[in-house]
């Protein structure tokens, strides 16, 4: 099945599920978002990016925040495709979301935000990111009362799964 990029629209959100094999830190995110009260499925969604339309996205992982094309970085990984739930996501809000995100490029990744994900008493440093972090944020700046006004730093990828979202598309990226 061939991937429906023109779907892929700048300011939607691509969640990925934990890939197979060993995977410390995936099967640790899973995991604390199983703890945090989210269903097996939504909890499996490990990793979050802000399209920027077509292959493109804002991937915040390790070292640094980059732009990739989805279709080579991502080969073989199931996602969903989503979008915030606003009246005018479509006509103006996507559009800034992907500007924000796309500000993040070139910052560095958070390393110590993931383990402060696993482990709460780690100190956060605000000048890095990681993926749900730099997501909210983005989406916050154009609609701060998102998820009730969670602060980015608490997001989870699985934030992305809950009504305030609606699922554009679901499926596998081509290997």
Known sequence: ??????LFRMGYFILYKRGTGFDLFGKGIEMRQRMAGFKD????FTHVEVSGGG???VNISPPISKLIEITKAH???HIRLVKYKNSDYED??????????????NTKYDMFGIV????????????????SEGAADS???VYPEANGNLPPKKWMPAHFTSDNF???WEGEIPK
Not at 1 to 6: F, K
Request: glycine share 4%.
């Open 116 to 131: 402060r994900f696993l482990i709460k008493w780690v100190k956060e440093d605000n000048r890095k990111w990681f993926c």
């Open 75 to 77: 080969k073989g990984r």
């Open 139 to 141: 989406l916050q700046r």
């Open 166 to 168: 609606e699922t554009v």
């Open 55 to 57: 292959v493109h996205s």
């Open 92 to 105: 103006r809000g996507r559009y800034k979301v992907a500007y924000f995100s796309a500000a993040l490029c």
């Open 41 to 44: 499925d939504n909890a499996t």
């Open 1 to 6: 099945m061939e991937l429906p990029l023109d």
